[in-house]
């Protein structure tokens, strides 16, 4: 009997069925599962799964003999004035590159169409393979975040004044905190109330684990903390923090993460975890001192894509 040639085809999207969304979701945890990690970030993550939002652009890749099983997906999102990309290939595969340097090229032309831009692609963890392909693909630049862990529960910190986030009242306030404190940051500077909203609405969220700190009338500074309840072990995440500039100098930052690893021990939590930017040596020290360590390294490689023509659909040959 004759094999059959087995398919691959690449189909773009400007957005997805909620069929699409849940067997994309289905090959992220596939790969999350393999990895300890999920392999796309939170930006990613929440336009994927966000029905109402039609920014992001999709490239899936099929494969078997009638072209229908998902091996393979990249999306890019924009935000801030440049695009965040990921690409997710399904574990094992021995064609792993090839199928991660078609899914970017594609998602590349797909921004290309639409006025191209800066481009960050982010490399969850160990992936050599993967950032080989960026590099291949005129991403050039690297800058790396770094995941820090610590056990808990820690010798408490400076007392401090602290009261819970209230939902519908303290956006405003929070946002001009956040977006003065991180003016210099691509991703979490420029927040606006639409971004904080969905965080709201996220599955995690909790507003007793949003500490807010108050002085002269002002809202100072803050710790928004977050439990990762499907990891193993459980991860009580400092998910943002931040001091206003004109509160610098008087050591809120080291209570402030004090407060939110207490919260998160309070609550049965063992292991704490933050990221922080590898150009951050103030925040690194800071967070070393405090017994924290360096458990992963993410990078984002980027580079500027041109504006091109929109092309519709890239076929790739069976094999």
């Known amino acids: 009997m004759a094999n059959l040639a087995v398919m691959l085809r690449i189909e773009r999207r400007h957005g997805l069925s909620n069929d699409e969304r849940s ?34 652009e999709f490239a899936l890749i099929f494969e078997d003999h009638n072209g229908e099983t998902l091996i393979g997906y990249a999306q890019a999102s924009p935000a801030h004035g440049s695009w965040t990309m990921g690409a997710v290939v399904e574990p094992g595969r021995a064609d792993r590159a090839r199928l991660l340097g078609d899914l970017a090229r594609t998602v590349v032309e797909m921004i290309g169409g639409r006025g191209g831009g800066t481009v960050h692609w982010w490399v969850l963890g160990d992936d050599a393979l993967t950032d080989q392909v960026a590099l291949d693909i005129g991403l050039h630049e690297v800058r790396s975040l770094l995941q820090m862990r610590i056990a808990l529960p820690v010798e408490p910190g400076a007392p401090l004044v602290l009261r819970p986030f209230r939902t ?63 990891t193993q072990p ?14 610098h100098g008087l050591g809120l930052g080291r209570a402030l993460t004090s407060a939110g690893l207490t919260h998160l021990a309070d609550r049965g939590v063992r292991i704490g975890m933050l990221y922080v930017d590898g150009t951050n040596a103030a925040a690194i020290g800071l967070y070393t001192s405090m017994g924290f360590v360096v458990h992963r390294t993410d990078r984002a490689h980027f580079g500027s894509v041109p504006g091109t023509p929109p092309s519709t659909e890239l076929m790739i040959a069976g094999r």
């Open 234 to 247: 459980v991860l009580g995440e400092i998910y943002v923090i931040a001091v206003h500039p004109d509160f």
């Open 168 to 230: 519908g009242h303290d956006e405003d306030a929070w946002l001009a905190v956040n977006n003065s404190a991180f003016s210099w940051h691509a991703e979490q500077g420029g927040w606006d109330l639409e971004m904080l909203q969905r965080r709201e609405r996220e599955s995690w969220f909790d507003p007793a684990g949003f500490l807010l700190h108050e002085r002269d009338a002002r809202l100072a500074g803050f710790c928004w903390t977050k439990i990762h309840h499907d």
């Open 23 to 56: 067997t994309i979701g289905n090959l992220i945890d596939t790969v999350t599962a393999c990895s300890g990690h999920r392999p796309i970030p939170d930006q990613l993550w929440l336009d994927l799964h966000d029905h109402e939002d039609d920014e992001a």
